[in-house]
Every structure is written in C-alpha cells, then in structure tokens.
C-alpha cells in the first residue's frame, strides 16, 4: 500500500478560515515540534502510520514534507512506514539531521544509543 504524504485537506489551505483565534494565540497553545515532548512508539506504530519513518532511533513525521524536501518528494513517500537510516545517514548533512531533529515526534522503544550515528555527520 503506497504512503500518503501530502497534508490532510482539513489543514490545507482552501479550507474556510477560522479567525475566531488570532494567530498570535495559536502560536502560544502550539509549541515547536522540537520542544515538544517526544514519545516512545514502536516499528508496528511506524508501519501503521500514513507518513512517519525512523533515523537512528528517532520517529520523524514526514507529513506534508515531501513537497519541501530537497531530496525529491519520492525519497520521503518511499521510506513512509519504514527504517530510512542508512540511507539517510548516506545522503544528509547537519542541515538534513536539524531537519530531521524538528520533525521528530518520538522515539524507537528500547532503540539502543538513539541518534548516535548521527553525531559522525558533519
Ligand atoms: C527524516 C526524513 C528526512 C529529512 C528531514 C530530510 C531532510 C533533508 C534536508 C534538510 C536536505 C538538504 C540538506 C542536507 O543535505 O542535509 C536533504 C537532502 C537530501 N535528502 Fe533528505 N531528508 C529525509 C529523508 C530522506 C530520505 C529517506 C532520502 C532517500 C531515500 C533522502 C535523500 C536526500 C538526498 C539525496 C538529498 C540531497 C539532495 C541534493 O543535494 O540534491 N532524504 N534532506
């Protein structure tokens, strides 16, 4: 079954705005990806999900970064559901890792030594 990527339409921007909140008050109630608190899922609930994929132990969702992907959209839509380690580790630098470390929602559980092979990237 393929992986969907693309942004639920509910979040898309043809829908209806809602201005009953302002911006600025979303932005308080939203905290960065990468200040939010990761969780601890496993291969299973990667496999279940529609975009997420793991890098060295993290779980990254993917949803809606195919399009802004500098590698293509297809290399994010191919690894969706999967472990894309090696070949992330092969194709990235800092950038891609910083990247990967805001879209990151949690954790392999029992994944030994998480992020480590990324410290090697420079
Ligand atoms: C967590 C998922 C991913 C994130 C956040 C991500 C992010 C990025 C970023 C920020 C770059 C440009 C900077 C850099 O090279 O480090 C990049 C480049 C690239 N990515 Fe990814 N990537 C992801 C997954 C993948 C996967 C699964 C593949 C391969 C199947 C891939 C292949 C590439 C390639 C080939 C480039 C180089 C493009 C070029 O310079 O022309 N990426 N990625």
Known sequence: MGA????DDTTSSSKVEDNSKSKSEERKNTPPKEKRELKIYTMDDVAKSECWMVVDGYVVD???????H????YAIVQYAKKDATDIFLSS???????KMKALAIGTIDGYKDIGK??????
């Open 4 to 7: 969907k990527c693309a942004k």
């Open 62 to 68: 993917c949803t809606g970064f195919d399009k802004d």
């Open 70 to 73: 500098p590698g293509g959209a």
């Open 92 to 98: 990235h630098g800092k950038r891609g890792v910083a």
């Open 117 to 122: 092979q990324l410290a090697d990237i420079n």
